[in-house]
């Protein structure tokens, strides 16, 4: 029998006798607590379009029904599906049941706010794959809530089983009626040995699983009705407490964002060794000396700062330096950095595009080898020309990195030039480059484009050169070119 038949089998048989214990609490007070536990982590909307997984009889289907909302609820079991709609008629509701495959849902993508499962997903075969399908159906900032147990748990954890079969044994002294007591639990059945959820230390597996789909917000929690009023345990008829897990699927533009930020992170521990490097061996101090002129003296803000080696740079030479970057493990590395020099520069975490600093805080500003990689880089610049008081100067300093360097066609030692611009920074991989490639200005004449743009601020052009960034690995030079830096004054 495959595994479709066996799931099927097995929750037809029971139908009836779980449907009995869904119409008792849909008639108690266990329907309102459940509402109040879900509410606290669904989409907070007056009307949800919810989709429950694995309904059942129709529980939280019929449930949130009630409250107003617009739910479907999808099984694989025909009893099931029969006990549910015999309920909502009872309920005094219209509810909408189909028969549905938990990995195969036949719904347009981006159409739920809530999915919502319980006691379900341990008998799913694929539950990767029902992650991923349930990502699918659902809309940008919509959520999925999954209620479960690590039933059986009992087979895997030997001081589990040891607690286990001491409840039990305590239970049958007491003299219990049999039937409250499961003996099934004790054995190993074929319908177990067929679920590959059972055994998984969850929710721990589902956290990562989420991770790596890359929802954002993922929360979980353990022993969720302990000490609540539905706290039955110890239960011999469900051993293992209840766990939740909650996780919301990205925009579109929050993914490429959280992609784009993902990246950097990853590169902040090379950087930060360059960093001290470029301390220890005074090169940052050289480096910033060759435009340090074009600079105001004061306040100056060094804008997507990395592991902020010209912050540093900056404040040995007398500015009162800042840098900001929206990279966590940036932000971090930098202020290790200066704490092993002993620099008095400081890091904030923020978003260039924009910035919490107030109109006026900065005679200087410098955006160095970072607007290229910018999704709204317009916004930073008229962010940067806010941040700075009159006459204060802003310095670019890039280069035509993507464009260069993952054009995406075929190239002469295409393979060394992926390998030399990732061990240097500018590299990616196969999930950022194609962000990295629709980037907006990958599409720009530079620097003209940024000339044009500050003009347009308000700024005047002060400067304007070409030159050899010697701070940058030679192979990748050799690829780039001459970087260019731009020089402009607000009025």
């Not at 993922?218 to 302990?226: F, G, P, S």
């Not at 930020?261 to 005074?282: I, M, Q, T, V």
């Not at 912050?311 to 007398?318: N, R, V």
Request: charged share 30%; proline share 4%.
């Amino acid at each position: 029998m495959d595994e479709e038949s066996v799931t099927i089998k097995a929750w037809n048989s029971a139908s009836k006798e779980y449907s009995n214990l869904i119409k008792e609490q849909l008639r108690s007070s266990e329907r309102e607590f459940w509402l109040r536990l879900i509410y606290q982590y669904a989409p907070k909307k007056d009307k949800l379009k919810v989709l429950d997984i694995g309904t059942g009889p129709g529980f939280f289907t019929i449930s949130l029904a009630m409250d107003g909302h617009d739910a479907i609820g999808v099984d694989l079991s025909v009893g099931m599906l029969r006990e549910a709609e015999l309920n909502a008629k009872e309920m005094g509701v219209q509810c909408e049941f189909r028969p549905m495959n938990a990995n195969n849902l036949l719904f347009d993508s981006n159409t739920f706010d809530l999915i919502i499962s319980r006691n379900v997903t341990w008998t799913l075969p694929d539950m990767m794959e029902c992650y991923r399908e349930w990502r699918r159906v659902l809309a940008p900032g919509g959520r999925i809530l999954v209620f479960d147990s690590n039933f059986n748990w009992n087979f895997f954890d030997p001081i589990h089983d040891m607690k286990f079969r001491d409840l039990i044994r305590e239970i049958k002294i007491m003299g219990v009626d049999s039937g409250t007591v499961n003996t099934g639990f004790m054995f190993r059945n074929t319908y177990m040995e067929t679920r590959p959820m059972l055994g998984m230390p969850r929710p721990q597996w589902d956290r990562n699983m989420l991770i790596k789909m890359r929802f954002t917000n993922i929360v979980t929690k353990t022993e969720v009705l302990v000490g609540t009023e539905l706290d039955r345990m110890p239960n011999p008829e469900s051993p293992a407490p209840l766990f939740l897990i909650c996780a919301e699927k990205p925009s579109k533009s929050d993914e490429e964002r959280m992609l784009i930020k993902e990246y950097w992170n990853g590169l902040a521990p090379f950087e930060s060794g360059r960093c001290h490097r470029f301390c220890r061996d005074r090169k940052g101090i050289r480096y910033l000396e060759t435009f340090e002129d074009v600079l105001r003296k004061g306040d100056l803000l060094d804008v997507a700062c990395g592991a902020g080696f010209l912050s540093i740079a900056a404040s040995e030479k007398g500015f009162a330096s800042t840098g900001i970057d929206s990279s966590e493990e940036m932000v971090l590395e930098a202020r290790r950095c200066a704490e092993e020099v002993h620099s008095d520069a400081r890091f904030v975490l923020g978003d260039a595009e924009g910035m919490e600093f107030e109109d006026g805080s900065f005679d200087s500003v410098i955006i160095r080898n970072s607007l290229w990689s910018f999704k709204d880089p317009s916004s930073a610049l008229a962010e940067s020309y806010r941040v700075l008081r009159p006459k204060g100067r802003l310095v670019i300093i890039d280069a035509d990195w993507i464009v260069k360097l993952s054009t995406g066609r075929p190239a002469f030692d295409d393979d060394g030039v992926r390998i030399r611009s990732g061990e240097t920074g500018f590299g990616g991989t196969d999930v950022i480059d194609p962000i990295f490639r629709n980037l907006p200005l990958t599409i720009k004449i530079r620097p003209d484009w940024d000339i044009n743009e500050c003009s347009e601020l308000g700024f005047r052009l002060v400067k304007s050169r070409t030159f050899d960034d010697t701070l940058l690995d030679k192979s990748i030079r050799d690829i780039v070119g001459d970087s260019f830096l731009l020089v402009f004054e607000k009025d």
